[in-house]
């Protein structure tokens, strides 16, 4: 058992606040008195006070829906917040919004942890005697205003700055205005994401810095460390347009990945081109007729007989998109020359503006110089994510005053002296300009969940105070001075707010600053056995999303690590070491050196080393401290665009002693001939797809399980019907029996009037794993990841280990990855990713061998677990062959104890829907039945039928690619029931004849022209 008291660093975390059953029932046996008498203890229950007159807008038990903007990266998506008696308790996309089109990635979901994160500042701080200390807002105001005041009269206001997160919207006028009415320069906008080089290159060829990527219509889509998928870019609405454009299967566009590692991207590619870092230059050099395939070889370390191959496929396919991450201007500029891929419309404004990493090395210079007076920061960490051989930290530290308006811990806050912790994004109220000419409005969800104030109000406040800028703020607060430059003013404010957007322009245009001298070093002037790559972590970024439970806990699609940073190596490249997945290794270079574990990634060239950035947070949380921080071993090296180089270094990788545990959700990365991800080429299909020709032709397949004799039929039925056991066991099976399947539409019992089912569509789906959190917000699921969580008894090989590597994560839906191929080491292997959640089968053999009745079959086609019946015998788990049941092994839902995933107020987001459980007791994914029943309610309230598509589960709302569809199977208007009929359709295991509900659809191969 682990003190509760030291899980971030010593600090103590917040006591157990809510409310005890005994408590509780005190109340509850009040009934309608005023007051309550003393129970039979010392505990005194308090004046009771009814809630007869509710607030405004509000109902006690109904939902209230607010549309506002995701400010979680520069993309501007629009959501729809639902918030129960006060609290936000959900984030889905907005269904209209022409960005997201109501789609949102896992980082969007879990912004809601950083609202009711546990480590947020409770109000403002300043530091005295070097420690942090509480004050009141009055005092943390008259303290601003004051250095305010005095850099201005010792004439240094000009030496002020401001680092700003970026984000697309108004406040960056605003900030402007009021920075400039004191005399200081504009701010920096600070993005540690943004691709510098690919905005340059687009700005330079289309004037957009970041334009809309239009998949459709293209034939070939090269990718040079374009990680369109995970990050790079406008994640959302490049997934949905990717996805969109490879479900039209006849024209859909193969996609061809070249760099050393093998992204989410990557792994969705048709073809893996792996070269070591900076070789890509030379590939696109090939392209453009500079080079000829053997030169480009010699140059990338490609296989000379893929880039002929390449060059052969470019040539013909016309028009082609060719994309450049790789985080170089010249490759960058040459991949816009070979683009011929017809253009997106317009472009997103969110990443315009953003200063460069050679802005920020030059900013640190001035403050290593006493070059800076008052330094103030929103939102940013300089300090962590720029490398330590930048020297930000040791600069910021001679700057004479520092406030940040952070509102969580982190280590650029954590060298402040003035903390005015601002709100977040779904307290308060701003704008953003994703796209040209269109307007998407940000708005209060809730009142603040602690005593922080918005840094806009705080601004104006400072401003009405100050005799010189007094005149310039008579509007009390930024609502007002929003309405007043929003085109229409309050009238057009109301009427957009429902929506959530509206046409129109801010007019504001982020002012062009000099870029200073760059300093370059090139991968060939550095030394050391191995290619040093590090790549930003597809779901924690640049960090910012470390103290996110949800996120930690979220395995990387591509790895299937969490709460841990690994180096990932070639298993040829291991196996020649001597080393095998936890091993130590110790990566060492100019810069600096790390020792972390290694993990065995067949998506790694062999002369290079990977780590993802993202851990190691020193001073951000209770949760952001695992893992290490691979920023550290980089040395300072630019593009000509002023974009920070990832990829510039070698490194000395040696073996250490020692090994510890991987923290992977993984099983097996191979399917051992199951067939549990199955595909079809596109030549098999005809280039056709969503036909009716049903039946046996979905079977086809060579990757199928084992025929049976005398199996039971599996054609799809209607309403996918599930049998009773006599047709489950097919020619064996009494003939003359008069049992029909519980949903043949004439059996006696009705079922056939309801099939709750869902399609997942595998030629679609990326592995983003944007389903798993959506689910872990909707369900109310515990992570168990967490260090204090997990047992502190034998930590090495030989004992237990934590929670997740003794497979005690509780995800109802998982996102498994296999490979299909490559077992030779070549790169030539492909990726299936199959989400795998409760198939609800018609036939379960979980629910015959429960001995509590625990799960049973409901009429609509579910598989219902009671957990109040549970007693945790496991043999349901036991008999699953999908193994998507979970034991609930502690009390993560119980605040007294050392596991409880919900401290204060984390358990504030908890959907009041779904059920907390109990240790004890088996879970598993519900098909969200809390939403299928308020359907069902709400349209026995209005007097109705239920409406097909009416509603769908919280994976298939989330999910950015459209890859699953969740309906009645039993209704011919639901388009589940369409999706169904699809040639591809699959049941996984469906030799078993569990008869499940959930059908897959086989991936699309895209082979390569004139390939078998």
Known sequence: MIDSADNNGGAKAPEATGVRRRDFLKVLGAGGAATAMLGCGQEKVEK?????????????????YYATTCRECATGCGIIAETRDGRTIKLEGNPDHPVNQGALCARGQASLQGL?????????????????????????????????NETRRNGSAGNAVFINQHEAGSFGLFLDSWLAALGMPAHIS??????????????????????????????????????????????????????????????????????????????????????????????????????????????SGAPQKALESLAREFAAAKPAMVLSGAGSSDLSAIAATLNSAPAGNGGYLGFEGIATAAEMRALAHRMSANGVSLLMVRGANPVYTLPKSVGFEAALKKVPYKVSFSSVPDETTELADLILPDHHFLEQWGDAEPMRGVLSLQQPTMDPVFDTRATTDVLISVGRAEAATAASYQYPDFRTWLIGRFPGGATALAAALPKGFTSGSIGYAPQARALPAVQ?????????????YVYPHPLLGDGRGANKPWLQELPDPVTKICWQTVAEMNPATLTKMGMANGDYVTVKTSAGSLTLPVLSYPGVQRDTIAIATGRGHPHSGRYASAGFNPLDLLPVSEDRSGAFVYASTKADVTKAGGSTWIVTTEGSSRQHGRGIGQAIGIAELGGQGNEEGVGAEHQKSGEKGEEMAGDASHEFLPGMR??????????????????????????????????WAMTVDLARCTGCSACVTACYAENNIPTVGADWQGGKFLPDRTGFGANIT????????????????????????????????????????CEPVCPVYATYHAPDGLNVQVYNRCVGTRYCSNNCPYKVRYFNWFGYGEPGRAQY??????????????????????????????????????????????????????????????????????????SVTKVAKDRRAYHVFEELNTYTAVVYLKKVLHSAPGAA
Request: hydrophobic letters at 35%; proline letters at 6%.
């Open 116 to 148: 009711y994160n546990p480590d947020r500042f409770r109000g403002p701080m300043i530091r005295r005697g070097g420690k942090l200390e509480a004050i009141k807002w009055d005092e943390a105001l008259r303290l601003f205003a004051e250095k305010i």
């Open 48 to 64: 009771l006070i009814p809630y007869l007159v509710s607030p405004d807008q509000t109902v006690p038990g109904v939902s209230t």
């Open 520 to 532: 370059t070093t090139t991968m060939d002037q550095t030394h050391g056995s191995m290619y040093l």
């Open 190 to 299: 600070y993005d540690a994401e943004a691709d510098h080089a690919a905005i340059t290159a687009n700005k330079q060829n289309g004037g957009a810095a970041w334009p809309v990527l239009n998949f459709k219509g293209t034939k070939l889509i090269v990718s040079f460390g374009a990680d369109f998928l995970d990050g790079w870019g406008a994640g959302v609405p490049q997934q949905l347009a990717f996805a969109d454009a490879r479900a039209d299967y006849k024209n859909a566009p193969r996609l061809i990945y070249v760099g050393p590692r093998r992204s989410l991207t990557g792994l969705n590619a048709d073809q893996w081109i792996d070269c070591r870092p900076g070789g890509e230059i030379a590939i696109a050099k090939m392209l453009s007729g500079a080079l000829s395939p053997a030169q480009a070889s010699q140059q």
């Open 806 to 845: 003794r497979s005690r994560e509780m995800a109802w839906l998982r996102i498994e990855r296999y490979y299909e191929g490559g077992e030779d080491g070549s790169a030539d292997f492909d990726t299936r990713f199959v989400p795998m959640m409760c198939q609800h089968c018609g036939n379960a053999p």
């Open 722 to 755: 599930a049998p009773v056991a006599n047709d489950a066991q097919g020619d064996r099976g009494d003939q003359a029996s008069n049992d029909k399947g519980m949903y043949d539409p004439k059996h006696w019992s009705g079922m056939a009037k309801r099939r």
């Open 901 to 974: 995933a919900f401290p204060e107020p984390l358990n504030w987001q908890l959907n009041p829907d779904v059920t907390v459980r109990g240790k004890g007791v088996m879970e598993k994914c519900t098909f969200c039945v809390q939403r299928i029943r308020e359907a069902e309610n709400r349209a026995k309230l209005e007097q109705r039928e239920m409406q097909p598509d009416e509603f769908t589960t919280a994976c298939a709302a989330s999910c950015p690619s459209r890859a699953i569809t969740f309906g009645d199977a039993a209704d011919e208007n639901w």
